[in-house]
């Protein structure tokens, strides 16, 4: 039995101008985290015996973690393409789109579409890759929507789209 998967497909490419300054901010934190992790490191170190140093282990796996995040960042943020204009027809959902929809059970539901780097569920943004965001592409005032996964199926209607930083209700 092999333990080969197949590479997982490479995520979108677009992010917003908010989203990017985020990663770069990120960047920055994270070099200045570093350099205290490595000033850390270096005292455990100077400690005496390495092997059952509790400091020096969890230091080093603490510099792991932020090297590798770093290198990640550093490789994925030339990679982006920065959308900052709004598309010409705003009646159509395009990236960075607020879309405001009702489920079949009657309660409305708010979300972005927003690059893969960006995501966040917690201010209902969503991944340009996810399907939901695939289905509701190029969707406009009153269209629907159909989701479908192995455990259920949920329609939704589009009832609003806004471009922006924020949805504002009416």
């Given at each position: 039995?092999?333990?080969?998967?197949?590479?997982?497909?490479?995520?979108?490419?677009?992010?917003?101008?908010?989203?990017?300054?985020?990663?770069?901010?990120?960047?920055?934190?994270?070099?200045?985290?570093?350099?205290?992790?490595?000033?850390?490191l270096s005292a455990a170190a100077?400690?005496?015996?390495?092997?059952?140093?509790?400091?020096?282990?969890?230091?080093?796996?603490?510099?792991?973690?932020?090297?590798?995040?770093?290198?990640?960042?550093?490789?994925?943020?030339?990679?982006?393409?920065?959308?900052?204009?709004?598309?010409?027809?705003?009646?159509?959902?395009?990236?960075?789109?607020?879309?405001?929809?009702?489920?079949?059970?009657?309660?409305?539901?708010?979300?972005?579409?927003?690059?893969?780097?960006?995501?966040?569920?917690?201010?209902?943004?969503?991944s340009l890759d996810s399907p939901?965001?695939?289905?509701?592409?190029?969707?406009?005032?009153?269209?629907?929507?159909?989701?479908?996964?192995?455990?259920?199926?949920?329609?939704?209607?589009?009832?609003?789209?806004?471009?922006?930083?924020?949805?504002?209700?009416?």
């Amino acid at each position: 039995m092999s333990r080969w998967k197949a590479p997982l497909p490479k995520s979108s490419p677009y992010i917003t101008p908010a989203g990017y300054q985020r990663l770069e901010l990120e960047l920055k934190e994270l070099w200045i985290k570093r350099k205290a992790v490595v000033e850390a490191l270096s005292a455990a170190a100077a400690e005496g015996d390495r092997s059952e140093n509790a400091e020096y282990i969890y230091r080093k796996k603490e510099l792991r973690g932020l090297d590798r995040r770093i290198h990640f960042l550093q490789r994925r943020m030339p990679e982006l393409n920065i959308i900052a204009e709004n598309p010409s027809d705003q009646d159509r959902i395009f990236f960075a789109a607020w879309i405001l929809l009702e489920n079949d059970k009657g309660d409305e539901v708010l979300y972005r579409i927003v690059g893969a780097d960006e995501f966040e569920v917690d201010k209902h943004y969503i991944s340009l890759d996810s399907p939901l965001a695939k289905a509701l592409l190029k969707k406009t005032f009153d269209d629907e929507v159909l989701i479908r996964n192995e455990y259920q199926e949920v329609r939704y209607s589009v009832l609003d789209i806004q471009y922006g930083e924020a949805f504002i209700a009416d």
